[in-house]
């Protein structure tokens, strides 16, 4: 125990930096979380409840969709367009293992250290002094891990379509921009996707970004329970499955032009 | 030209305490300790004087361009450049230096050479006659006509040194700081950017103080060098005089088969010394250098004897070093 | 002034032409900036859609104040956009002694190094939001009404220069502020909807210590009628001045530490 103690005191002395930009984006989050807290509260003010949620629900869907948000824009797909864009893809592929599941674990890895780091701690304090409502069902917080984890997987597989696009485009930046906004909005990340306008909630049905972050968040706060959460859970994971399925496919095209074509 | 007397730069180091409980405790009580990169520095220049200015990394040579060029602000002693002192009047003082710092880019990162200068122009409110005039000088004997278009980040290492001083010399400085203007360069970039120097000193009188550590740049361009180590000045003066008293020394290095039966040959004793092994050099390798001065024999001498009594497997000979030559002065004084 | 003015002249023409060589990624760094922006309109829409006022402000009217925070924020961001990187690119790497040996005032080279081009991005999102708010505000869009919009802006952008130029400033003591720089940027998201709807301290913080809140909220509120801050609105050139003169000071300060330590 001693010499882990003494491990993580020397990481603690090269990492000042680190340290420092820690907190200074930890202070970033607290400065979020606030504005959520009193714009919403303040939008509540002389109504007891908006789309059919009371103020409680929705500070616990905001605060929650926005830490779960904060995930979404490092993904695996700008790791893939980085290496092929510098040309390691074609190191990567001689290796003994498969580029797109080692990118994979890789994130879910970045998501477990932010998840202890930044995103428990922050809902610690949302639970104690901004009257975060804890999942309403014991079976609703098993359901909201697992759809918490499938969503961030299929956030993953839509980042690594944009990452095996730079095989074809150069400048992926502008891709990238645009999924973010895109999911920075569908995915309901800021409001709950029951609070757009009837036809943007048609056409959100069929995208598969609700899936991401609505999904989830929902069934914590308990708007989507028993056969509604299941069957929005199977639709995740039918986007889940398409997603997967489209990565293989184009990554093996691209695979192909690299190794055939030489790139 | 340049007035520097009693020149002296303390900086103060923090110390800190090791382990986390002493990073804690400097947040709240820092304890200092004096560190002296220049002291007591006198020298004077005269207009039109090539210096080299010389001493190991650490010595206190880029603290004291710092303090002529207005960047630092020295503890005590004075300095004077032009009649200005710089530290007192950047900005005065600025107009009338050039320089030109080691690797990195005084140019503009992004935008063609040819915008870099034209900014600069504007920078040093250089007349557009002069300023077209001494571009076309430049680009001839620096031989920058296929590089003027060209973004600076796209140059290599020899063309971007090309440009920094052309553009150190653009508006015509009557000092200019040249801080290894030749370091990672092949030999014929080398010679380019000397005789550029030489025919700027002769044209414009230009001043030229050259820090280094290619012999080469120093014997073809200055006459004159100060020494400095340890933030002292060790010596001041002729060139020449220097080279016949330390540069004489040569150095071989040799690989043998077995050192452990070597002795030097008979016909070289008392003529050349065995150079000790510098710390951290393993003492088994099987290499020995020889020191000798070349007034009383070759290089080729001191190669023949050894290889008629030793197996080499591999022999190299090393130049005079600026740091041997400093280290000599520093044992023997001058 | 006029030397300095013609020398930025000459500055920004060179920018101007290093981005028309590379025209599309200017292109799509302007429409990323739009599109995210975009995005967090959509949210003030949606939520105004389900109530009529916020705290007392109607949807235009907060419009109006986040036309202004981006209009503030695209001055800061095309012009002064460099101050964020003079730790990384500057002082760390020693290339901040290029600008010493140069005869200008070095704040003045640091800045003209470098021109942002998203921060048209802002700009046109600014100018929309802006030309979509005004109409619906009840003020007289006379000449003299313009003329202290203007002003108003133009401090406003000034604020955002003087608060970030005094945290960029400490990276003279401890290399490289990013880090503080980026978590007091933060604050500044504060100052996109009314001051009021936040607690008593947090609103003190961003009048008098941080002055974010001149940057949209106050000078919004000079030309609305009801919003009670209408004087306070109108001082903010005032605050604009004394900010900018007390991180230039603060910079002078740094700067003659800089200079008798070197880095």
Known sequence: MRKYYEMMKSQMKIETAYVAWFWAGTFATVVKILILYYFWTAVYENRSSIAEMPLETMLTYAVIAALLGNFHFAGPGNQLAEQIQSGGVAVELLRPYDLINRLVWQSWGGFGMSLVRDMLPMLAVGWIFLGIQFPATGTGAVLFILSTLIGLFLAMYIDLILGVLAFWTVNIFGLRTLKNAILLFFTGSMVPVTMFPGWLQTLSQYMPFQSIVYVPVSIYTGTLAGLDALSAMLVQILWLALMWAVVRVIWSLAVRKVTVFGG | MIEVSGLTKEYKIALRKPGLTGAIQALFKREHQIKQAVQDVSFSIRKGEMVGYLGANGAGKSTTIKMLSGILTPTSGKVEVNGIVPYQNREQNAKGIGA???QRTQLFWDIPVRESYDLLRHIYEVPED?????????????????????????????????????????????????????IGLDVAVKQKIRTFIKEMNKREETTVILTTHDMGDIEELCKRIIIIDEGKVLYDGDLQQIKERFGQKRVVHFELENKAGFAVPASLRDRVEIVPKADGEAEASNTVSLSFSSRDLSAADVIQAVLSVHSVRDLTIADPKIETIVKEIYERGV | MIRYSQLYWQFFKKHLKVMMEYRLDFFIGVMSVVLIQFTSIFFVKVVFDQIEDLNGWGFYEVLFIYGVATMGRSIHHIFFDNLWTIGWQYIRPGNFDRLLIRPINPLFHLIADRV??????????????????MPHLGVEWGPVNLLILLVLIVSSGAIFVAVNLFFATLS?????????????????????????????GIRWLLTWLIPYGFTAFYPAAAFIEHSGYRELG??????????????????????????????
Request: aromatic letters at 14%; one cysteine or more.
């Open chain 3, 234 to 263: 109108m001082i903010t050139p005032l605050i604009a001045v004394i900010s900018c003169w007390l991180a230039y000071r603060f910079w002078k300060v740094g700067l003659r530490a800089f200079n008798s330590t070197g880095s």
């Open chain 2, 130 to 182: 002069d300023y077209r005039e001494s571009l076309a000088l430049f680009t001839e004997v620096l031989d920058l006509g296929p590089l003027l278009s060209i973004p600076v980040r796209q140059l290599s290492l020899g063309q971007k040194m090309r440009c920094e001083l052309a553009a150190a010399f653009l508006h015509r400085p009557a000092v200019v700081y040249l801080d290894e203007p030749t």
């Open chain 2, 100 to 102: 030109v710092f080691g």
């Open chain 3, 172 to 200: 003279f003591w401890i290399v490289d502020s990013l880090p503080i720089t980026f978590a007091a940027f933060n604050l500044s998201d504060f100052a996109r909807y009314p001051l009021n709807i936040y607690h008593k």
């Open chain 3, 116 to 133: 942002q081009q998203d921060g048209f991005g802002q700009l046109v999102i600014g100018g929309l939001l802006m030309a979509a708010a």
